[in-house]
């Protein structure tokens, strides 16, 4: 059976802590984007209180999480935990997310503050302001047996830095963003310092879908914009007025029906 709660119970942050695999769901506004899910492993995460989780994000060649929470009037983001070993359980953590991007001050401040590790792959620190959570059974997921993480992508830019600090300036990580985590698939704008760095040294990014029906620019298509918004608003005002004018008696009604 379900339950939510306004904030993280206690007995529910313990067990996130102790979880090795998490996914985050992002989407963009439009209608027509595409909906992100993300697996992440590693003991990069933590909770700073009953409302408030954090993970460190680490580069890949995607980045539709922090595109998703940058883009205006967006920044919604689900964080989904289940258990693999023990009781079943799902916990999901609904919320609204920010983006501190490494090479920025309020990256370093948070770092400093909470005494977090950065490692080479480091890319953001995303932080999930919480208003619902949310535990369901699980019982259908199957068990799985936790061997090790892997140290793959630490291990790529671990390299990549080692070449950059002898000189090999194509190995600059803030190159790689450039390239690769400038821009969603649909074309939203991703890290601030990867658009920045390719408009400085000429980087083209990365075309991310092909074929006849990868989307070409971003279309924000959304039913209603902030203009649909005013336009009702105003026309509400007229009828309004009109309404007021024909039970006053300022016009009269028949010359209202007639146009005259």
């Keep these: ?13 313990i067990w996130i802590l102790e979880q090795k695999v998490f996914w985050v769901a992002t989407s ?23 409302k408030t989780f954090w993970y460190m994000d680490l580069t890949g060649s995607g980045n539709e999480t922090i595109s998703h929470l940058y883009e205006p009037g ?4 689900t964080v989904m935990f289940n258990s693999f070993e023990g009781s079943p359980r799902i916990v999901r953590l609904f919320g609204h997310g920010s983006v501190l991007e490494r090479g920025m001050q309020d990256f370093d401040d948070f770092v400093k503050k909470h005494d977090v590790e950065v490692i ?3 890319r953001s620190i995303i932080i999930v302001r919480i ?21 793959t992508l630490n291990e790529v830019f671990a390299k990549r830095e080692e070449k950059y600090r ?7 990580v803030e190159r790689y963003w450039a390239w690769k985590n400038a821009y ?13 760095t390719g408009k400085e040294e000429g980087i083209a990014p990365i075309e991310k879908m092909v074929g006849p029906m990868a989307p070409r620019a971003y279309r924000n298509d959304q039913r209603f914009t902030t203009w649909h918004l005013v ?15 024909i039970l006053l008696g300022v016009l009269p009604h028949s010359s209202y029906l007639s146009g005259v």
Excluded: W
């Design 231 to 245: 336009l009702v608003a105003l026309l509400s005002a007229i009828c309004t007025a009109i309404s007021l004018s």
């Design 74 to 77: 967006n920044g919604r983001i």
């Design 131 to 151: 208003h619902q959570a949310a535990s369901s059974c699980g019982f259908s997921v199957p068990f799985y047996e936790f061997k090790s993480f892997r140290n």
């Design 184 to 196: 969603s698939v649909d074309g939203l704008p991703g890290m601030q310092i990867g658009c920045r």
């Design 28 to 50: 963009p506004l439009s209608a027509s984007g595409h909906v992100n899910v993300s697996p992440k492993g590693g003991p990069y995460f933590g909770l700073l209180d009953d």
């Design 1 to 13: 059976m379900g339950k939510f709660f306004e904030t993280i119970p206690e007995y529910l942050a």
């Design 166 to 172: 002898q000189g090999n300036e194509e190995e600059k």
């Design 120 to 122: 080479p792959s480091s």
